[in-house]
Structure formats: structure tokens, C-alpha cells
T-cell receptor, first 115, second 109 residues
Framework: DTGVSQDPRHKITKRGQNVTFRCDPI?????LYWYRQTLGQGPEFLTY????????KSRLLSDRFSAERPKGSFSTLEIQRTEQGDSAMYLC?????????????FGPGTRLTVL | KNEVEQSPQNLTAQEGEFITINCSYS?????LHWLQQHPGGGIVSLFM???GKKKHGRLIATINIQEKHSSLHITASHPRDSAVYIC???????????FGTGTRLKVLA
């Protein structure tokens, strides 16, 4: 079991560029979550997938953000036309529908810096 | 006011001290999750509880559902306990967490 992995771990980009992050959940987990964490704050929910279906999306997720999970396994989070306010740690987590407690397991995060 | 509040926000302790971190929530929850986050971002699960008390090594977590309050205790604290501790409420009827802002703990040798 390799746990939840995220790629890249760090991304530095210039304002206005597009970036894409990838998350690979624990293999038998059908639920996948994206969170954003800014410095000194707790993570904030962005979106949630059950298998390939995106079931919930936060109002924090503006039109510049899009997330996909095309085959119900890995997921991508794309940010278009990045802004300095997008600088944050982007965390992915996964859980199993078999776990009634829905315990979520987190990846190491992708730290985005927008210059 | 956040739906999940933690206190204190920052805590400095001497090695060996008993530490308590508090978490209060205003939403209906199915469970509460205590997480540890080290510098660099990685989040590690400590406890998930919906009632009573759980213990693992020097860590103890308690929850009082009626009072909507949970505590994380660290006995005989050690510098390697230095991290940010986050409580996350698993809300009834949804699958998402609502996180507290975290408590930054520093344990001095």
C-alpha cells in the first residue's frame, strides 16, 4: 500500500499560467477529495468525487478551477490563469465507501507558488 | 465564527509537560478526526472518534457529543511532538470534513 500520492510536490509558476496537479488515491478507495490550505489556516474543502462522479464542489472553486477523475482512479486539478491568491498547499485525500467512519487518508500535498 | 474552533492557536511547552488542545464545533457530526501536520505539509491521522476516549501511546483523545467538544492530550511531551494539530469534523449527511485552523505546538528540549 503506497498511500495517497500527489505530483508535483512543488510548483512555481508565473501569474496567468495554467497549472495541473495529479492525485493518485489508495487503490481500493472510491472517494477522493481536494482541499486547499493557505499559510496558518486549516484545509478548506474544494471538491469531492465518488468514483468518477464529482458530487460536490465548494463555492471556493471558481470558474478557473476544474477537477476531473475520468476513470474513477487518479484525479487532476487544473487552475487556469493563475493568480497570486491561488498560492497555497493543495491537498488530496481518499476514503473507502466500506468505511462507515469515512476516515480520509491524505497525500503529501502540492505546494503552489504563483509569482 | 468558524464551525470548528480550536484553542489555543499556538502553544509552547517544555519537554515533559502535559499538553491539552481543545476543539469545539457547532455542526452536527458523525465523527471527529485529529490530525498531525509536520512542516512540509504531510498530514498524518491520529484518531477518529465519535464517542468516549481513545488512547495511543502518549496521545489521548476524548469527545463529548452533548457539549460538542473534543480534546487531544499529549502526556510527557517531547520535541518530536512539535507540529500543527488539526481537528476535522466529519459532518452528518455529507462526506466532507470541516477543519479547525490548527494548533501550532512547539515543545522545547
Amino acid at each position: 500500500d503506497t498511500g495517497v500520492s500527489q505530483d508535483p510536490r512543488h510548483k512555481i509558476t508565473k501569474r496567468g499560467q495554467n497549472v495541473t496537479f495529479r492525485c493518485d488515491p489508495i487503490s481500493e478507495h472510491n472517494r477522493l477529495y481536494w482541499y486547499r490550505q493557505t499559510l496558518g489556516q486549516g484545509p478548506e474543502f474544494l471538491t469531492y468525487f465518488q468514483n468518477e462522479a464529482q458530487l460536490e464542489k465548494s463555492r471556493l472553486l471558481s470558474d478557473r478551477f476544474s477537477a476531473e477523475r475520468p476513470k474513477g482512479s487518479f484525479s487532476t486539478l487544473e487552475i487556469q490563469r493563475t493568480e497570486q491568491g491561488d498560492s497555497a498547499m493543495y491537498l488530496c485525500a481518499s476514503s473507502s465507501y466500506r468505511d462507515l467512519r469515512n476516515e480520509q487518508f491524505f497525500g503529501p500535498g502540492t505546494r503552489l507558488t504563483v509569482l | 465564527k468558524n464551525e470548528v474552533e480550536q484553542s489555543p492557536q499556538n502553544l509552547t511547552a517544555q519537554e515533559g509537560e502535559f499538553i491539552t488542545i481543545n476543539c469545539s464545533y457547532s455542526v452536527g457530526i458523525s465523527a471527529l478526526h485529529w490530525l498531525q501536520q509536520h512542516p512540509g505539509g504531510g498530514i498524518v491521522s491520529l484518531f477518529m472518534l465519535s464517542s468516549g476516549k481513545k488512547k495511543h501511546g502518549r496521545l489521548i483523545a476524548t469527545i463529548n457529543i452533548q457539549e460538542k467538544h473534543s480534546s487531544l492530550h499529549i502526556t510527557a511531551s517531547h520535541p518530536r511532538d512539535s507540529a500543527v494539530y488539526i481537528c476535522a469534523a466529519f459532518t452528518s449527511g455529507t462526506y466532507k470534513y470541516i477543519f479547525g485552523t490548527g494548533t501550532r505546538l512547539k515543545v522545547l528540549a
